[in-house]
Each structure stands twice: as structure tokens, then as C-alpha cells.
């Protein structure tokens, strides 16, 4: 049915037009998609722009609140509004992997009508190592490869896999304060990349902070070290590896604290390339003049280029959600 057309109340001296929303095509069904935050709304919005169709369409938007609260507890408060026209998208964070333990995993986990990433979070869908290199194409227009992101994001995966097994067990268990979200950040973060040899020389250096942290900590919970084993299987039933804990880790640790750094100093290196080409062709007097202007004017953000990736559609987590989203477009028509 298409929506009624509302008459708005005429216009105070100042006050700017809003827009009215295009009337949905008779015979549609809108469902309005409630996700955590502002930042969220874009990543959702590639999710099911491939599932519009003439028979559904999609609206994404947060909940209106009379406060400025935003975030996953927001979200979920919203769930007796969930049904076939309303869903709600939310991060995984810990619940998919921490199954049924928690009431609110158990929630997430069993509804029909609430999706969650898999992943920890979009942003680790949006550092998906085999998208990153195309990150620094249109951040440089550049596409000389001197970086093997994938390697260098297994190689990590696998330095820090040890300290990420206790800063999960640590969570699911209750037992924060033996390993916190602010130490596993001060672990695991990298403060810079040595792109030679593939960035070798600080991966050596992490897997020595790692190493260290985790003596410490089996030390002081010999209990908790014990359980290390079972925990872990737990985790590989779930589809965590030692290659591929990136995806499973805090979202902004891994984006702002690893990804970005590495991003940042291959896009250093390929600007420069890019630059030294220009000076070093033919080119003389004010065609050089040009050339280097239009190579500049060409550039964008390193950050925004990231935010605004959708090229993690092959990742095999990603493939559960669209299963879960098409299996809720089956059940409810």
C-alpha cells in the first residue's frame, strides 16, 4: 500500500522545508532497519541495497529517542518492536561467539527479525585484508603493489592469537579484570609499520610484547590457563583460527590502531613513488607544474577511503548474515 501523504503545518518566517520521503510503490513492503548509530547507517545500507526488489524495500535509520542514547543496550531495548516490517543490525562483538551463554547472546542468536556482523564489528568488515589493497588505489591512485596486506594481516592474526584467547576467555568468563578490554588494546596495538620484508620487523617486535604479557598472565591464573585448551576448541567451532583473529577482535583497536597504520605508511610509500614518477618523465615547466597538480588534486582521505569500503562481500562470515537475511525474506514473504 503506498503511504498517505501527510499535510505539514505551514512554515514559520526562517524555517527551511524538510523534505517529505518518496511514497513507497503500491504493493511493497517497507521494512525499517534500526541499527546502533549514525556511522552504522551507510555499512547497513550496502548490506540490502542487493536486496531491494518490487516487492521489498528497505529504510535504515536509528531509534528515536527523547535522549542522545545510541549503541547496542539502545538497540536491543527496541526488540518488542521487531517483526517483519522492523529488524534491528547490530554489531556481534562477543555474543556470536560466545553462543548461547548470555541471555542477550541467547536473544541475538535465536531471533528472526535481529541480525548481527559475525565479524566483531563493521569496522572489521570494512579492514578486510583482501580489500585493503584497493584502499590504497583511491586513497593514491597508485596500484603498484609493494604490500601484501592478507600476509601481513595472518601473520598478525597469528602473533597476537595467544593474548586475543585470553582477553575472550576473560570476557565470557567474567573475568575482566584479569585481562581488559584497555590491556589487550596496549598489547596488541602496533604505534608503526616497517614495510620492508613485509612488515617482519614489527610483527617480530608485537610477538615479543604478546609473549610477555601472556607469561605474565599464566602466572598469575594458573586456573584460568588451564582452561585455555577447551576455550579454545570452543572458539574454532565458531570459525576463529590463528589466521584469521582479526575479524574477531575489538573493531576500532584493529582499524585505528593496526590497519590505519599500516594503510597510512604503504600510502606514504606509493604517493612518493607516484611524485618521483611525475618529476623524473619528460615533462618540463608548466606540463610538470600541471601533471603534479592534477596527481595531487587526485588524492583523497586514507580514513575515508576505509569507511566507505564494500569490497568484504567474499568474506565467509559475511556469508552467514546474507543467509540469515535471506532466510528472514523467505519466512516472512
Given at each position: 500500500?503506498?503511504?498517505?501523504?501527510?499535510?505539514?503545518?505551514?512554515?514559520?518566517?526562517?524555517?527551511?522545508?524538510?523534505?517529505?520521503?518518496?511514497?513507497?510503490?503500491?504493493?511493497?513492503?517497507?521494512?525499517?532497519?534500526?541499527?546502533?548509530?549514525?556511522?552504522?547507517?551507510?555499512?547497513?545500507?550496502?548490506?540490502?541495497?542487493r536486496y531491494e526488489s518490487d516487492k521489498v524495500t528497505f529504510e535504515v535509520t536509528v531509534p528515536l529517542r527523547k535522549d542522545l542514547a545510541k549503541g547496542k543496550k539502545t538497540l536491543l531495548a527496541q526488540a518488542d518492536k521487531c517483526g517483519p516490517n522492523t529488524i534491528l543490525c547490530m554489531d556481534s562483538d562477543f555474543d556470536y561467539l560466545f553462543a548461547d551463554q548470555t541471555e542477550q547472546a541467547a536473544?541475538?542468536?535465536?531471533?528472526?527479525?535481529?541480525?548481527?556482523?559475525?565479524?566483531?564489528?563493521?569496522?572489521?568488515?570494512?579492514?578486510?585484508?583482501?580489500?585493503?589493497?584497493?584502499?590504497?588505489?583511491?586513497?593514491?591512485?597508485?596500484?603498484?603493489?609493494?604490500?601484501?596486506?592478507?600476509?601481513?594481516?595472518?601473520?598478525?592474526?597469528?602473533?597476537?592469537?595467544?593474548?586475543?584467547?585470553?582477553?575472550?576467555?576473560?570476557?565470557?568468563?567474567?573475568?575482566?579484570?584479569?585481562?581488559?578490554?584497555?590491556?589487550?588494546?596496549?598489547?596488541?596495538?602496533?604505534?608503526?609499520?616497517?614495510?620492508?620484508?613485509?612488515?617482519?620487523?614489527?610483527?617480530?617486535?608485537?610477538?615479543?610484547?604478546?609473549?610477555?604479557?601472556?607469561?605474565?598472565?599464566?602466572?598469575?591464573?594458573?586456573?584460568?590457563?588451564?582452561?585455555?585448551?577447551?576455550?579454545?576448541?570452543?572458539?574454532?567451532?565458531?570459525?576463529?583460527?590463528?589466521?584469521?583473529?582479526?575479524?574477531?577482535?575489538?573493531?576500532?583497536?584493529?582499524?585505528?590502531?593496526?590497519?590505519?597504520?599500516?594503510?597510512?605508511?604503504?600510502?606514504?610509500?606509493?604517493?612518493?613513488?607516484?611524485?618521483?614518477?611525475?618529476?623524473?618523465?619528460?615533462?618540463?615547466?608548466?606540463?610538470?607544474?600541471?601533471?603534479?597538480?592534477?596527481?595531487?588534486?587526485?588524492?583523497?582521505?586514507?580514513?575515508?577511503?576505509?569507511?566507505?569500503?564494500?569490497?568484504?562481500?567474499?568474506?565467509?562470515?559475511?556469508?552467514?548474515?546474507?543467509?540469515?537475511?535471506?532466510?528472514?525474506?523467505?519466512?516472512?514473504?
Amino acid at each position: 500500500m503506498a503511504r498517505t501523504k501527510v499535510n505539514h503545518r505551514p512554515l514559520q518566517s526562517g524555517e527551511e522545508k524538510i523534505p517529505e520521503r518518496l511514497p513507497v510503490d503500491a504493493g511493497k513492503r517497507l521494512v525499517t532497519v534500526l541499527v546502533e548509530g549514525y556511522e552504522d547507517v551507510a555499512f547497513w545500507r550496502g548490506i540490502f541495497d542487493r536486496y531491494e526488489s518490487d516487492k521489498v524495500t528497505f529504510e535504515v535509520t536509528v531509534p528515536l529517542r527523547k535522549d542522545l542514547a545510541k549503541g547496542k543496550k539502545t538497540l536491543l531495548a527496541q526488540a518488542d518492536k521487531c517483526g517483519p516490517n522492523t529488524i534491528l543490525c547490530m554489531d556481534s562483538d562477543f555474543d556470536y561467539l560466545f553462543a548461547d551463554q548470555t541471555e542477550q547472546a541467547a536473544e541475538i542468536n535465536s531471533s528472526p527479525f535481529m541480525f548481527h556482523t559475525y565479524a566483531y564489528s563493521t569496522e572489521n568488515y570494512v579492514c578486510y585484508a583482501p580489500s585493503l589493497h584497493n584502499i590504497c588505489v583511491k586513497a593514491t591512485k597508485n596500484d603498484a603493489k609493494i604490500f601484501d596486506f592478507e600476509e601481513f594481516l595472518a601473520d598478525y592474526s597469528r602473533t597476537i592469537y595467544p593474548a586475543f584467547l585470553w582477553y575472550a576467555y576473560s570476557a565470557q568468563s567474567g573475568m575482566q579484570r584479569a585481562f581488559t578490554l584497555l590491556d589487550f588494546k596496549s598489547t596488541v596495538r602496533i604505534g608503526y609499520l616497517d614495510t620492508e620484508r613485509n612488515g617482519a620487523d614489527t610483527i617480530a617486535w608485537l610477538g615479543r610484547q604478546v609473549a610477555r604479557r601472556v607469561v605474565s598472565l599464566a602466572e598469575r591464573y594458573p586456573e584460568m590457563a588451564e582452561r585455555m585448551p577447551a576455550f579454545e576448541r570452543a572458539l574454532l567451532s565458531r570459525g576463529v583460527t590463528p589466521d584469521n583473529v582479526y575479524l574477531f577482535m575489538q573493531g576500532h583497536t584493529l582499524m585505528d590502531n593496526v590497519v590505519m597504520v599500516a594503510l597510512n605508511a604503504v600510502c606514504d610509500k606509493l604517493r612518493l613513488m607516484a611524485t618521483n614518477r611525475i618529476a623524473t618523465s619528460a615533462r618540463e615547466g608548466l606540463s610538470l607544474i600541471n601533471e603534479q597538480s592534477n596527481y595531487n588534486n587526485s588524492l583523497c582521505n586514507v580514513r575515508d577511503a576505509l569507511l566507505f569500503n564494500e569490497n568484504y562481500k567474499q568474506c565467509f562470515l559475511y556469508k552467514n548474515l546474507q543467509s540469515d537475511i535471506e532466510q528472514f525474506l523467505e519466512i516472512t514473504g
